[in-house]
């Protein structure tokens, strides 16, 4: 084959990289040209007439009519114009302008709650004497105290003794301290506790005494009639002092009060 122009081979290579040798076909067989831009104008106004002119021209019937004329040419305008922003949002208001039917804003403050009133009776007033009603006061607990001078023989001692139940054993140290039975005895009389039986332990320093009182005040008892208490205290010097207290007819807090008593009365010993 001749040479070829020099037109065609300079197209021959613009086309080497591209579709063309996929297609096998020059670009102006399958290649779309570029979509023109689409300019649209704003109409011109049209001419005026030989009247118009004499009323002052284009500017003069502008005016008289109310509308107004620009003398500038025409801009272009593309397909999409900017849209304008939306307004921001106002503030929320009810339907009836932001006021209420009372004439008062919905965003008023709400009143404060009423002060909470004192408690007075039913009736709205205090007692006939003009005071407040005075709030009566829990009694004072009765002092504790044993019946001086009380009395109760062997028989009747040890009836009791093996009828009524045992309370808890308590148990002090002993002062190492010489003791006497009369000491004792005296001691534990001075404070209405009397003694029925007592005694040295056979090859032993310890002494035993048996010991009554009845209670004068305190605690009421849980059954009507009289509170008594009996005991059995083991003292050793210098080693224990023991007690065991069997009570009748005593509530719980007077029995508790009655060993109190029973330990004061031996604070030489122990």
Same mark, same amino acid.
């Given at each position: 084959q001749e040479e070829m122009d020099q037109e065609q081979k300079d197209r021959i290579f613009e086309e080497f990289n591209t579709?063309?040798?996929v297609y096998k076909q020059p670009a102006s067989k399958y290649a779309v040209s570029k979509a023109a831009t689409f300019i649209m104008q704003k109409m011109a106004p049209p001419p005026l007439t030989g009247q118009e002119e004499d009323l002052g021209g284009g500017a003069g019937y502008g005016a008289s009519n109310g509308l107004a004329v620009s003398s500038s040419p025409p801009e272009p305008m593309g397909l999409?114009? &900017?849209?304008p922003a939306a307004p921001a949002p106002t503030s929320s208001s009810d339907l009836l302008g932001g006021a209420d039917l009372l004439g008062e804003g919905f965003d008023s403050p709400a009143p404060p709650a009423p002060a909470a009133q004192p408690a007075s009776d039913l009736l709205g007033m205090d007692d006939l004497l003009g005071g407040d009603p005075a709030i009566p006061s829990a009694p004072?607990?009765?002092p504790f105290s044993l019946a001086l001078g009380a009395a109760m023989d062997g028989a009747a001692f &040890?009836?009791?003794?093996?009828?009524?139940?045992?309370?808890p054993q308590q148990q002090r140290q002993a002062r190492p301290v010489a003791v006497t039975i009369g000491a004792v005895e005296e001691a534990c009389r001075q404070k209405g506790i009397y003694v029925i039986a007592s005694g040295a332990i056979p090859q032993s320093q310890a002494l035993k005494f048996f010991f009554y009182a009845r209670q004068a005040s305190g605690p009421p008892?849980?059954?009507p009639g009289e509170t008594w208490f009996l005991v059995?205290?083991?003292l050793a010097p210098g080693s224990s002092a023991t007690s065991t207290v069997k009570a009748d007819n005593a509530h719980p807090d007077a029995v508790a009060r009655f060993q109190s008593a029973l330990w004061e009365s031996l604070y030489a010993y122990v």
């Amino acid at each position: 084959q001749e040479e070829m122009d020099q037109e065609q081979k300079d197209r021959i290579f613009e086309e080497f990289n591209t579709l063309s040798i996929v297609y096998k076909q020059p670009a102006s067989k399958y290649a779309v040209s570029k979509a023109a831009t689409f300019i649209m104008q704003k109409m011109a106004p049209p001419p005026l007439t030989g009247q118009e002119e004499d009323l002052g021209g284009g500017a003069g019937y502008g005016a008289s009519n109310g509308l107004a004329v620009s003398s500038s040419p025409p801009e272009p305008m593309g397909l999409l114009d &900017e849209v304008p922003a939306a307004p921001a949002p106002t503030s929320s208001s009810d339907l009836l302008g932001g006021a209420d039917l009372l004439g008062e804003g919905f965003d008023s403050p709400a009143p404060p709650a009423p002060a909470a009133q004192p408690a007075s009776d039913l009736l709205g007033m205090d007692d006939l004497l003009g005071g407040d009603p005075a709030i009566p006061s829990a009694p004072a607990a009765q002092p504790f105290s044993l019946a001086l001078g009380a009395a109760m023989d062997g028989a009747a001692f &040890e009836a009791r003794w093996s009828q009524l139940p045992t309370q808890p054993q308590q148990q002090r140290q002993a002062r190492p301290v010489a003791v006497t039975i009369g000491a004792v005895e005296e001691a534990c009389r001075q404070k209405g506790i009397y003694v029925i039986a007592s005694g040295a332990i056979p090859q032993s320093q310890a002494l035993k005494f048996f010991f009554y009182a009845r209670q004068a005040s305190g605690p009421p008892p849980p059954m009507p009639g009289e509170t008594w208490f009996l005991v059995e205290l083991v003292l050793a010097p210098g080693s224990s002092a023991t007690s065991t207290v069997k009570a009748d007819n005593a509530h719980p807090d007077a029995v508790a009060r009655f060993q109190s008593a029973l330990w004061e009365s031996l604070y030489a010993y122990v």
